[in-house]
């Protein structure tokens, strides 16, 4: 009877799912996770962290309070989702393409004599940050929030350079293409993003600020729960395809989306349809950047989705608080793609951000 038992006992735990535990690939990248998640605490403006792997959460904290699935203000983050919409709009032929010149779509706001290089920029130009206008962002804000009508103040910006040249960071570029995409589907920009993006599980918009017009402010202001941000990259690492297999947007609009265009002057790095681009240990890593350090990394190489939300109201760029977060992504990637592996090292505390009397000013409004 006792052997019969045992026998029974043994069955029944050898059917039991194997657990992950750090003698596994999948419990040591876990425990290196927790670990860099452990120090990232540090991290004085960071409220939280998510981190996926080929679609799946494998880790996410939420620090003084905060939680991942709290709406929060995502800032100029939200310029990636600007460029999503341009990008179906032009999978759909609502829009013509990169190359569509703006003036004829906004042709009611134009300045009564405008510049002749006005009628150069084009779609492509806006999602570039290279307009040529004066930038509406940074010292500028203030002045061109308070200003009656948004999309004719950016629109009366003196050229500063030629369009297509320079890139000239201005929340005023993304705000014309929500005004645009409000103009030639007749909906909202709310409207078309919750109806395109419907298929894509866990992506909502929690509220977002609009122009004395109801236009919706083309990126910034704009709330959504880090686990909503995590959604929308998600979109981008599967190539346009959301998790029932809909076909959201092209690859081919994330690849010109991904593909280098300009240099930010703030940081050096490489921009494209409203994606920053840079190398962050070793790896390929498109991002999206908001004031005070609301990040969407995503490392098409490693299958890895990372998002991190701070305190919106201090400044990230010359506090050195973005560099930390850079070094945050950086130890993530290593976990991710070091510890699964025999012998890999253990990982490290990040690098000592530069001073923050060398940091450059956050582009961001």
Do not use: C
């Amino acid at each position: 009877m006792l052997i019969r038992s045992l026998l029974i006992l043994a069955l029944a735990v050898a059917a039991l799912p194997a657990r992950a535990t750090t003698e596994t690939p999948e419990g040591a990248r876990a425990a290196a996770l927790e670990a860099v998640l452990d120090r990232a605490a540090d991290i004085q403006p960071l409220e939280t962290v998510v981190v996926a792997v080929d679609g799946e959460r494998v880790a996410e904290r939420g620090y003084r309070g905060h939680r991942v699935t709290a709406a929060t203000n995502i800032k100029s983050a939200s310029k990636s989702v600007i460029s999503l919409l341009v990008g179906i709009a032009i999978d759909r032929g609502v829009l013509e393409g990169p190359d569509q010149p703006i003036a004829p779509l906004l042709a009611r706001d134009l300045p009564a004599n405008p510049d002749p290089r006005l009628a150069t920029v084009t779609i492509g130009n806006l999602l570039s940050m290279q307009a040529g206008l004066e930038r509406t962002s940074g010292a500028n804000y203030g002045r061109w929030v308070s200003s009656g009508n948004w999309v004719r103040a950016a629109l009366a910006q003196p050229f500063v350079t030629e369009p297509g040249a320079e890139m000239l960071y201005s929340t005023g570029s993304t705000h014309l293409l929500s005004a645009i995409l409000t103009r030639v589907t007749g909906q909202s920009t709310l409207s078309l993003a919750r109806d395109w993006l419907a298929p894509v599980d866990d992506f909502a918009i929690a509220a977002w600020e609009r122009d004395p017009q109801g236009i919706y402010l083309g990126g910034n202001q704009m709330a959504m729960s880090p686990r909503s941000l995590l959604a929308f990259g998600e979109l981008y690492r599967t190539g346009g395809r959301a998790p029932d297999g809909t076909q959201v947007v092209s690859t081919a609009w994330i690849e010109q989306s991904w593909r280098q265009r300009t240099n930010s002057r703030f940081t050096g790095d490489g921009y494209g349809y409203g994606w920053f681009l840079r190398d962050i240990a070793g790896e390929p890593v498109r991002y999206a950047w908001g004031y005070g350090g609301q990040m969407l990394y995503v490392v098409p190489n490693l299958d890895l989705t990372m998002v991190m939300t701070s305190d919106d109201t201090a400044p990230a760029g010359r506090t050195g608080h973005r560099d930390a977060l850079h070094g945050l992504a950086g130890e993530i990637i290593t976990a991710v793609r070091d510890e699964a592996a025999p012998g890999a090292a253990a990982v490290g505390p990040p690098e000592p951000a530069p001073t923050a009397s060398s940091q450059p000013a956050d582009p961001a409004p």
